[in-house]
């Protein structure tokens, strides 16, 4: 099982290193088959928060904290919500929705339509509040950040930086909430050291090859892959 979860981390790591984000999408949509969501979620947040701190300081210049800090904000708010559901929910239910989650996002990401720029700061925080749902219950925050940050035309280098800013202090909230939920258990430390050398050999490979690696072309066969597990999610 530590083989499976060693290289399944080491796939997300390379997977968010090289396109900016897609971590929690690919962690989450496979360790919570095989570890359960009690296990998987508060894992894959713990292994995030040291990708996200390493990547920040590496594109920290293109980080624009005035275009994420309402998406922050109003998904700390969301955060606990997501929290109970992953407490109190069936887990059959909740890896479901997982499933739906994983294969809208990927279906809106391969037919990449180009979103109308949302102007009114109000798309912000209904945007982070469902991201910290999401967050919350599965470290999925991604899909409707990544969204709107297409929406808000920001370059490559400014969405990565400001990708990594946002999840990082979600992970950090994430996390303390699983404390507080006592989810942080033998188990999720075990694997949490296992996984730690496939993160660091993910991060080196992934910023030796980002330059000579095609990021859209390599971000569609990972987008492939969740398509057929978020399927298999649902159907399971």
Known sequence: MNLLVVGIVFLAVLTQTVTGFGMALVSMALLSQWLGIQVAAPLVAMIAALLEITLLIRHRAALNWRAVWRLSLASVLGIPLGLLAVKTVNEQVVLTVLGVVIVSYTVYALVSPRLPRLAWSGWAYGVGFIAGILSGAYNTAGPPVVMYGNSQRWSPAEFKSNLQGFFLLNDVFVIGGHALSGHLTPAVWGHWASALPSLALGLLVGLSVERFVNPL????????????????????
């Open 217 to 236: 072309a390599f971000r569609k066969i990972v987008l492939l892959l969740l398509v057929v597990v978020g399927i298999r999610l649902i159907l399971h």
